[in-house]
């Protein structure tokens, strides 16, 4: 499975973005697809996650900020991120948990998109 981020770019403080992830590649199924951070001089860290059946969770300085959503029919994730502060700029990774047809789970990671967050 192949993941496609897009919707980065530079925002004031307080401002918003619409981070979109597509899947493509042929798998038996996607149980769960989500959003991880890199800031610069950190280790990546989870932001959001949200499985096939619409459960989610979001790391604590998400929580009522920002907002996973999913269409499943286009195996697309999005990430919805509102009242940007600067800490929370850092490259934004996609990610996809599920089985391959071969019943092996596979974990794939998109390419990055860059979030900067200006003061």
């Known amino acids: 499975v192949q993941l496609q981020a897009s919707g980065g770019g530079l925002v004031q403080d307080g401002g918003s973005l619409r981070l979109s992830c597509i899947a493509s590649?042929?798998?038996?199924?996607?149980?769960?697809m989500g959003w991880y951070r890199q800031a610069p001089g950190k280790q990546r860290e989870l932001v959001a996650v949200?499985?096939?059946?619409?459960?989610?969770d979001y790391a604590d300085s998400s929580k009522g900020r920002f907002t996973i959503s999913r269409d499943n029919a286009k195996n697309t994730v999005y990430l919805q991120m509102n009242n940007l502060k600067p800490e929370d700029t850092a490259v934004y990774y996609c990610?996809?948990?599920?089985?391959?047809?071969?019943?092996?789970?596979?974990?794939?990671w998109g390419q990055g998109t860059q979030v900067t967050v200006s003061s």
């Open positions: 949200i499985t096939s059946a619409g459960n989610t």
């Open positions: 990610n996809a948990r599920g089985l391959a047809w071969n019943w092996a789970s596979f974990a794939s």
């Open positions: 590649g042929s798998s038996r199924s996607i149980y769960e």
